[in-house]
């Protein structure tokens, strides 16, 4: 011990010496494109869409890690925008300060998919912003009877085929339609997304996942017209932490089972989700219909429930407007786990399992469960599932 007091002095000096100069270099090398020298004005009538376009060209055709800045003030993105891969760099980091915000004639954007749009990027970073869409008056247009003609909309920000994605502090107001979209990505992280839009907007889910792997979600608060969070088909070693939701949908697996030959969700842990008046806690959903779809691994661990309409809830039966051949679903649920759930259910049934006849659930576990209805006990409803049930299980377990 006392031989070696001076070496773990020296080493930490030469970590100092060593990570500083590194730190210098890296600053010496990246370059900070802001979008105002690009020509965009944060006055919230110009339109700065082509110096983003700008920007993002300049500091994806760099070598060397870049930068790009959006400073305060208020940038008029007036169409959908997309920032292509591959670049000359894997480290481009997007900080924005001020607020981006769409036209409020929902056309402009409402025939694309994404109004961001990341296609096949590497190594990209996202620090603060708010997007605002201002899709109200497209939901006035979807939810009136007599309007057919509106565009299915543009969900605000998506990644596709991308990697080694950050995303911290964003905040997404009144998306036309999904506010984040991941597919086909691979390491992906978003934390402390805020997602705002109005509880009767149609199909605003908060982050919607699929075809990716190794996606972390933590903190993101989500009041949102449908799905807080939904999870499509292919999604494998998803973690979702200190979650919360509400008005909305709550968290999703699925709608899955529409195509045959679909991949499966494998390997989902969502601790510590709090949702308020939400339709759904945890739902899984697949249609009615033959796949080679499967759930498993599935892992809900610590939630709150505050006036929840179906706080635990298996649907294999899905199919509105009856377009299901044979209404058994193929897609097969096994190994979900629900954990130290507590609170209220705005229904009588709190916890629903209706499996699919031709997959029956297998190895579904209840423990430490406590819901009630109207300070009542609920109840708890299976069809096909098999499982046990631990420790406190209220309603009482019908596995
Ligand atoms: C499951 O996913 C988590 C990340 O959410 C990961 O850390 C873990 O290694 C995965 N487990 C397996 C068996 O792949």
Redesign the pocket.
Known sequence: MTKTTTHPLSVVALYFLFSSSLFHSTLAKSATYNVVAFGAKPDGTTDSSNALVSAWKKACGSAKPASILVPRGKFLVGRAVTFSGKCGNKAISITIRGTLVAPSEYNFIGNSLHWFMFDRVSGVSIHGGVLDARGTSLWHCKNSPTNVHCPSGAATLGFINSDNILITGLTSLHSQMFHVTINGCHNVKLHGLKAIAARNSPNTDGIHVQFSN?VTIIKPSIHTGDDCISIGPGTR???IEDATCGPGHGISIGSLGWDMNEPGVK?V?VRKTTFIKTQNGFRIKSWGRPSRGFVKDVHFEGATMIDVQNPILIDQSYCPHNICPSHASGVKISDVSYRGIHGTSATSVAVNFDCSSKEPCERITLEDVKLSYKNKASQALCNHADGTALGIVQPHSCL
Do not use: I, M, Q, S
């Open positions: 190794d070693n998803l973690w390997n842990t």
